[in-house]
């Protein structure tokens, strides 16, 4: 089984986010949403999509999404079968959270890496 198959999202705190919003789409051209992030959408050099999206996003530092991580950021990676990488890292002794989201975006489960990051673990919903 293929653990990771791709980066999914990079999130990440600021200690002033509508700034940091405006730097980004000033600066670097990205398109920040009202929800305070871009979603880039895989496509090949002809600029044809070839599926997949991947999420960036910046919030406030106040925010508790990364909780239980002491972290200002948190990275979501793409997996090919989420329940059976879970079951593969609970046996390997990981500290994966009991939490877990099933929603129109996917399944997502979350582990804490030996330095305290959160990190997601996200499955696209079939089609996707």
């Not at 990440?12 to 051209?29: S, V």
């Not at 500290?95 to 305290?116: H, M, Q, T």
Request: charged fraction near 25%; include cysteine; hydrophobic fraction near 40%.
């Amino acid at each position: 089984m293929k653990r990771v198959t791709g980066i999914g999202g990079v999130f990440f705190k600021a200690k002033d986010a509508p700034m940091l919003h405006a730097w980004y789409r000033r600066h670097l051209g990205i398109d920040v949403q009202p929800w305070g992030g871009a979603a880039f959408d895989s496509v090949d050099p002809d600029g044809k999509a070839t599926g997949g999206t991947t999420a960036w996003s910046i919030s406030s530092e106040d925010g508790d999404q990364f909780a239980p991580s002491k972290s200002s950021f948190m990275v979501n990676y793409r997996v090919e079968d989420l329940d059976a990488l879970v079951s593969l890292l609970k046996e390997e002794g990981c500290n994966v959270l009991d939490k877990r989201d099933d929603s129109e975006y996917g399944k997502f489960a979350w582990v804490i890496d030996p330095e305290g990051n959160k990190v997601e673990l996200w499955q696209a919903p079939i089609g996707q």
